[in-house]
């Protein structure tokens, strides 16, 4: 919230008693987003995408339902069918009416694919510039194991 927005709440919004938000400079880049600070559905979406590619979830298995899936995660069931609606959408699991969704053919290794590309393009980048900080020879994390 730029300094005039957040004069502009505090006259305008906030209630009595209630101090202004802090300026925040808005040319600053945004902070890299952590996993936490990653939306819900998103969160879910890697969990089962993760369970698929371990076999917890085999091809042509049934996934939990929605409300099931939500009960033992806490989750709002309306989260988890978004983050189910995105497996649909890409292909990844079968719609039978009725019955539930079924982990398709190829998915494991479909999301094994991508999360590997994710991981070399976007994560491994970051975690060799922190080591190359931090002196760290990838030989030596070899040895450890």
């Not at 209630?15 to 040319?27: F, I, K, L, Q, S």
């Not at 298995?61 to 099931?68: F, H, K, N, Y």
């Given at each position: 919230m730029g300094t005039l927005r957040a004069a502009l709440y505090y006259v305008t919004d906030a209630p009595y008693g209630v101090p202004p938000p802090p300026a925040e400079d808005e040319t600053d880049d945004p902070a890299p987003m952590t996993q936490q600070s990653r939306p819900v559905y998103l969160r879910l979406r890697d969990q089962i995408a993760a369970a698929i590619i371990d076999g917890d979830y085999a091809e042509g298995e049934m996934l939990p339902s929605v409300r099931a899936f939500a009960a033992e995660q806490g989750a709002n069931p309306l989260t988890v069918a978004k983050a189910y609606q995105q497996f649909q959408t890409d292909g990844l699991v079968e719609v039978q009416r009725g019955v539930g969704m079924y982990v398709v053919a190829g998915a494991a290794e479909r999301l094994r694919r991508n999360e590997r590309a994710q991981f070399l393009t976007e994560e491994?980048?970051?975690?060799?510039?922190?080591?190359?900080?931090?002196?760290?020879?990838?030989?030596?994390?070899?040895?450890?194991?």
């Amino acid at each position: 919230m730029g300094t005039l927005r957040a004069a502009l709440y505090y006259v305008t919004d906030a209630p009595y008693g209630v101090p202004p938000p802090p300026a925040e400079d808005e040319t600053d880049d945004p902070a890299p987003m952590t996993q936490q600070s990653r939306p819900v559905y998103l969160r879910l979406r890697d969990q089962i995408a993760a369970a698929i590619i371990d076999g917890d979830y085999a091809e042509g298995e049934m996934l939990p339902s929605v409300r099931a899936f939500a009960a033992e995660q806490g989750a709002n069931p309306l989260t988890v069918a978004k983050a189910y609606q995105q497996f649909q959408t890409d292909g990844l699991v079968e719609v039978q009416r009725g019955v539930g969704m079924y982990v398709v053919a190829g998915a494991a290794e479909r999301l094994r694919r991508n999360e590997r590309a994710q991981f070399l393009t976007e994560e491994w980048p970051e975690l060799r510039a922190r080591m190359n900080r931090l002196g760290i020879d990838p030989a030596e994390l070899l040895e450890r194991g």
